[in-house]
């Protein structure tokens, strides 16, 4: 096979965080989201997992769900500290019969405490329920400090918001071809200083082991100034690239994952931000090339940039330019 | 033409994330305020927007507006799910006998809750209605907390507080031409690290198309360590510069649009702080010279810097100058 | 001795903000936590010491104990001021009778107006009352800003979460031998654009008087783009490490301590983060190599790293390689 | 006079942000404690100055007062309010009959209402005055986000908590002579990568005019990986040097200004903290060395630093050297 035999040339990397027998074949290293296909073990879990960063990226509406959940918990626990020392010390409750009534007393009163909203029709007396609540709107007023942080660091967390095409495509290029991706910001932000870093992860037999070696692809352009529209990044497919002669199928068989890190200055957030993606050979397609995903609006007064275009392609025919290059 | 002769040995960049086909003749690519004259489609506006950043950007007062409006919009939600749960269960409403005053009454308890305040003049009782005012206070402090969090990122936004003089000059300079502009800190804060970048936008004619080519222009000084006072960007029209012995007229024909991106370490966030802004062939004075805009004070104790000078300047001949060159 | 005649024509740091004659022998420059073995005098200690720092870095449960002191002492100091102006003026504590009951209704008045819960079954009246109330929730108000912030500030400070190998270990590399140690992330963080610096502090005599001298060791890899699995750090020790030809009775001689510093750019924070540690010459293993903390999953989906192997190591024979060196 | 010889073979440098006819003589171009001795005009002085840095970087007393006076104007303003929609809209205060009584009624129900403690025994009715509370209350919350947010700005502000001696000495240095001054950290805080930049402005004749001229002064070393103890910034008076051969009358007659800027990584707020400082030649001491001021403590056990000794110095015959030189 060309391909491997020119391999050997190659130098991979060793600097990637990922060892050669790290899983490639069948599971991949990064995921689609960026987030690394990797379970850490031997340690407990409250000392593995960031708690805040865990509600940091959770999804809005999972988010409030918590939130609720701890509110109703808290308050749940507080109805029974009152209903043990007695809710006839809770001024105003008199009325309340039925152990169903008397706890829900102590359950809105524990959340009018919790809230500091105090409207006070109820309201603590003796020195165990005092406590009880001064302890209670104190622990409110941590809790709240906690979401106050948590809702800022949610909102103002820097994210690079990028749009990348789902597939990448093998595209003629030159005098021969090249692998291409294309991203664009989808809000309203602007990114700066632009870095983009293509690493392939490519599965080989090595004295009958199965072992993942990883390659640096060289692009025609890694770093930009400014990412205004879209920005195609291109791996021109040379001698300097590992999957230079490579037919269709001997690509596919390489398993290759093509992992993508784009770094950059963000000045919504006045922040380097940075995001990652990964492609397996699966979203590879053979033979085609991008359209224009940007052009001048109808009265030239602005540029027009459609989203839903960014992993618009066409079909081009590659197959004898393989052929007469092998 | 000599100016479109000199400039096919140029070589324009393509790394601007602006395309070739991208608008500049009749709009702008940047906005004098520094954002994109850009339009995004093809994904829902809720994905486009980023509501935070809209939010963190917005004037002052529509901001207050934004949420003194979000404030009696939750209000009369809530006053309205009062009603349905029947206002005879906030206790201490007797009195109120109209719907109006019944929904002020359910109005007034609402803000009551959810800035929880709770006087407790009115409160609520049954399960519904405490259920209802407990979601609302809940509401309250996760609403305000957002609302702390946009406050503290508004103040907090890092941002280079940069004037740039209205105009950019065309100066006699050496032996030859430059393009000028000025640039100076307005409020009380300092930067280091300060770089500029220029780059402009031309519009050419290729084979009968309008298309745009960007050149990045070299500046005399792109770096200073320190920009206490004021700093003129200068760019000095050499065989480098695609406005190389173009005349006053050539210019005007390549619709030309300046761009200009600043880039610096401000010690009041200790944050890269960057601005941009954007020029149009129709902001050139053609034929000026900037006059300065600092002093020594009278008692020679400080320096003066007179802010509404920037853009001070007085006419000075040329077009001699132009004509010998050509 | 071939290794003190060797050091002499290696050139020592002076770049480490630690002087030749620094406490090494004995005590250590770094402690493992990466703090600092320094003591500050000469100024007064709330000058040197940095309150809102020392609260961020403070374990979460002596966190919370002095935040609930502090709530306390602040209720037991205005239960006295409210007492001195006459508990008469707290309307609703009527019943009150013995210094007990009166101090307690005191005290729990002052927690509902500190954290705003104001029931307002016991309300101020008069003057001198209704401003200590004003005051105290003003207060309040300004206390839990600060607690929120510094909560804020507890979860949100960038951390490397690096796990270090509790040893470093001595062993035998290509030709010769080499100094190594590992780490990894234990947290579900990505580190990207990772550096690692080793320094070695060397005690030494020179002149019959102690001194320490420092040396950079240079690593096989001082930079990895990507941390996600672990990272072997490895100082070859050729002819410019100051640890050449050293046997392991010399090393121990040298009482060295191996300073280590990573810093790297976290995705979590967006922020580069940094983390130190360093180990003495008592944590050396000699004659040992790492086993491997990772490897595929059973069903080859994912990654396992195996974080309770940090430190797995094997012994490995090292003397005749010594005597063959020397 | 040989120095002014000289100095015209030196390139004097353009990048300091600060013009050739700014203050020197005189007056300083940067005050000791790093703010710039500069005054803007020309722009009202809202748009001039930034509130919040105003309020993050005032003294802690200052801050408190500000407030405090803020909370007391705001009160005083809604109690008139109250007042002119009728305090009898105020339910509870039926027994404030003189002006005072319901000045004071409505004083402090405003600063309850401002805090939202509202205990309710003072509670608003009617219409206008329910709009006012319900207003009031908002407002409070607002003030108190923004409260938060600036009491966090202040303490989580990244600074460098450097101490620079108050002297820059002139000692002899190798075969010559070199300018000294020193820095060090007074918190628990630890610096790395720290950079050191000196720049000095000398106050020069030319065709009769004033002018003032600007040198980068060369370091002996310019970067230190970590700053623990204590540094000290040697510029050797070399042939590049714009201070070569002057006699101590001729240093004095330049009214030379030494700017310094420290900048580093502080991995308290694992960000970039930068401070500056300034030295006129009247702080010059001519013919001094620096003494140490640290040591290893009594039981070798860790390193003390003596704050107090940041300036300990003492003289050393230098006058014989110069004249030998000239």
Do not use: C
């Not at 152990?99 to 524990?110: I, L, P, Y």
């Not at 405490?113 to 603590?124: D, E």
Request: no cysteine; net charge neutral; hydrophobic share 40%.
């Amino acid at each position: 096979m060309a391909g491997s035999h020119h391999k050997q040339r190659l130098r991979d990397i060793k600097d990637t965080g990922f060892g050669s027998n790290s899983s490639v074949e069948g599971g991949r290293l990064i995921n689609p989201d960026g987030s690394t296909n990797l379970r850490k073990v031997g340690i407990p879990i409250w000392e593995r997992i960031s708690i805040y960063h865990t509600l940091l990226r959770m999804k809005r509406a999972k988010f409030l769900i918590v939130i609720f959940t701890f509110y109703t918990s808290i308050n749940i626990f507080f109805a029974f500290l009152y209903l043990f020392t007695g809710v006839d010390h809770l001024v105003g409750t008199d009325g309340a019969t039925s152990f169903t009534e008397k706890f829900m007393e102590a359950f809105f009163f524990s959340s009018q405490t919790l809230t500091t909203v105090g409207y006070g029709r109820v309201s603590p007396s003796g020195m165990m329920t005092n406590f009880i609540a001064s302890t209670e709107s104190l622990m409110g007023i941590l809790s709240f400090a906690l979401v106050t942080g948590l809702i800022y660091g949610r909102f103002s967390r820097p994210r690079a918001y990028l749009l990348f095409s789902p597939n990448m495509i093998l595209a003629p290029f030159k005098e021969g071809k090249a692998l291409m991706l294309r991203v664009a910001t989808y809000k309203n932000n602007h990114l700066t200083d632009v870095e983009a870093q293509i690493t392939v992860a490519i599965h080989e037999k090595e004295h009958n082991k199965n072992v993942t070696r990883f390659y640096q692809l060289p692009l025609e352009l890694s770093r930009i100034n400014s990412l205004a529209l879209s920005w195609t990044i291109v791996h021109a497919i040379g001698e300097d690239s590992p999957l230079y002669n490579l037919s269709k199928k001997e690509i596919e068989e390489t398993k290759m994952e093509v992992i993508v890190i784009i770094k950059a200055f963000d000045d919504h957030f006045s922040n380097i931000v940075q995001q990652r993606t990964s492609y397996t050979y699966k979203q590879l397609i053979y033979g085609a090339k991008f359209l224009p995903m940007f052009e001048r609006s109808p009265d030239a007064a602005y540029t027009l940039l459609e989203l839903d275009r960014i992993n618009a392609y066409e079909m081009v025919p590659m197959e004898e330019k393989v052929l007469s290059e092998a």
